[in-house]
């Protein structure tokens, strides 16, 4: 299979075609290689309009959403950006791409390990991977520029808020654990927040102490 060939029409046919404009978002959507994210078995569908499991009760999220969601930061290209939950490493990935630094945090050890391993790959040095629970965020770093959520929230937790610099964006799914709004936080002031409603989505939970119960 062309993987390249995949990746640029995923790229023509699910992001561009829908809306999706930030041409820096463009070029680290047709740069990173998905598939590599992926297990060997599903790899011929890693450039599909789909979420794909990772294991764990996880997934790799939908190219659109990740697209989307990347955008809605409005990234210049000197942000320390918060990543709430690495998953696979690919929303990292894109991050990475497009950033001074990412500092993410993921609950699954094993995951976190994999995507360590595909990050350093590429040579994706500029990022930071913690184990642990993402709902607290990341205080001794903070404030953060931006912060993106790759998990469903029961509301938005207040530490987020918290860590986010003023001017900065926070970017999460808030919901019930089948389905969620896609929300944009932005700081406008010390205690100063305006929120939008982006559209519907799904995604797994956010499990932590200012999120869901899990294991």
Known sequence: MDYTIARRRMVEQQIVARGVSDQRVIEAMSAVPRHLFVEAGLQSHAYGDAALPIGEKQTISQPYMVAVMTAALELQGSER???????????TAILSKLV???YSIER?????????????QLQLSNVNIKI???????E??????????????PDVPQKYLDQLDIGG???????????QILVRITRKGKDHFEQEQMMGCRFVPLIGEQGWQGS
């Open 108 to 120: 699954i050890a094993v995951l976190a390990g994999r995507a360590r391993k595909i990050l350093d």
């Open 81 to 91: 950006i918060l990543e709430i939950g690495t998953g696979s490493g690919y929303q």
């Open 100 to 102: 001074k630094r990412v």
């Open 140 to 153: 001794n770093q903070a404030p953060f520029s931006g912060i993106l959520v790759a998990a469903g929230s």
């Open 169 to 179: 964006r926070l970017v999460l799914p808030v919901g019930d654990q089948k389905q």
């Open 132 to 138: 642990g629970d993402g709902t607290v965020g990341w």
